[in-house]
């Protein structure tokens, strides 16, 4: 089971090493890190480099792709050829996903018109540009397209892909391997639940992280 997951300048690095984590347990798989050259890529902050085994024009089918959000996905939302590379691997795909903002990037390829899909609470209502119908759902089955929200989300999306591919048994084996079993000290994990004046005082952080 060959398994792509996308890197690019200013990727968040949760959105790609969560799935990650999950799906590289799986029965016969094969994770691969692909970036338009390969080498090394660097997160959102860019405290964290990832390598980035292969070049995009040396993978030219997968499985499974996983495109992860983070600041940098405005610049690949308008780069034709990772668009044209999401589009390709997703022709090959028996599962297209995304992560956060990775959602608009899939859009932007053309991948979530008419579909309902989720993102980041914060870009949510940018799927609306593309066709998409926008949900808060954590994660969202579209036939072979599955797009999960915020950073932290692309586990659950993870858990649930691999309970659809190889059972509810592996996919508990895995989540009790990596101990996910979240007891958060707050109940502020979506703007419908945090207190009023911290997601406010959140949303221009990430509009100025976003634009910069």
């Known amino acids: 089971m060959d398994i792509a997951i996308l890197l690019y300048d200013r990727f968040e690095s949760l959105d790609a090493i969560g799935p990650f984590d999950v799906l590289r347990n799986l029965p016969g798989a094969q994770v691969t890190f ?5 080498g090394p890529v660097k997160n959102s902050s860019g ?29 690949a ?12 691997i997703d022709a ?30 914060a870009a949510l209502e940018r799927l609306r540009e593309f066709g998409a119908e926008p949900t808060l759902e954590r ?7 599955v797009t ?11 858990l649930r892909l691999a309970a659809e591919i190889a059972g509810d048994d592996i996919a508990q084996a895995i989540q009790l391997g990596i101990e996910y079993d979240p007891q958060p000290p707050f109940d502020s994990g979506s703007p419908a639940k945090a207190p009023a004046h911290i997601v406010e005082m959140l949303r221009p952080l990430l509009r100025h992280s976003q634009s910069g």
Not at 79 to 84: I, N
Not at 139 to 145: A, S
Not at 148 to 158: H, K, L, N, P
Request: include cysteine; proline fraction near 1%.
């Open 77 to 88: 939302m308008v780069d034709q050829e990772t668009l044209a590379w999401v589009r390709a």
């Open 47 to 75: 405290a964290l480099t990832v390598l980035a085994e292969k070049a995009m024009r040396d993978v030219t089918s997968a499985d499974i792709l996983v495109v992860p959000g983070g600041f940098g996905q405005e610049e």
């Open 34 to 38: 692909v970036a338009k050259e390969a």
């Open 92 to 121: 090959t795909s028996t599962w297209t996903t995304s992560v956060c903002t990775g959602s608009l990037v899939l859009a932007a390829a053309g991948l979530l018109n008419g579909k309902r899909a989720t993102c980041h609470w």
């Open 148 to 158: 999960a929200a915020g950073v932290s989300s692309g586990i659950d999306m993870a």
């Open 139 to 145: 994660v969202v089955f579209q036939g072979k397209v």
